[in-house]
């Protein structure tokens, strides 16, 4: 199957918004849910957000919680997270992902078809 595809990314001060999108390329989207992961330098990969395949339930990182908001349209193939209120902590490559069948929603290691991350850094 092919990969996930991220865009969006780019540099802006704190208090900013962005909008990354998620697009499966030559494949649907996830066929259970999206997950979106962020991995700063040093760090190790960490849970952002996931939406379930119908996009009826997401849940957030404590930390994101409030200022983010993931989103799916299926019929376009494409994952949204919607980013306000950015903070220099968010900085960050971020990942999407697809959940496999069974898997736990925040652990990485039940993910695949990760994308190859798109640079959001935030200044102060």
């Known amino acids: 199957q092919g990969q996930l595809v991220e865009s969006g990314g780019g540099l802006v001060q704190a208090g900013a918004s962005l909008r990354l999108s998620c697009a499966a390329s030559g494949r649907t989207l996830c066929t259970y849910a999206v997950g979106w992961f962020r991995q700063a330098p040093g760090k190790e990969r960490e849970f952002v957000a996931s939406?379930?395949?119908?996009?009826?339930?997401?849940y957030y990182a404590d930390s994101v919680k409030g200022r983010f908001t993931i989103s799916r349209n299926n019929a376009r193939n494409t994952a949204y997270l919607q980013m306000n209120s950015l903070k220099p902590e968010d900085t960050a490559v971020y990942f999407c992902a697809c959940l496999v069948s069974g898997g736990i929603m925040v652990d990485p290691r039940y993910y695949n078809s990760w994308g190859q991350g798109t640079q959001v850094t935030v200044s102060s």
């Open positions: 939406i379930t395949r119908n996009g009826g339930n997401a």
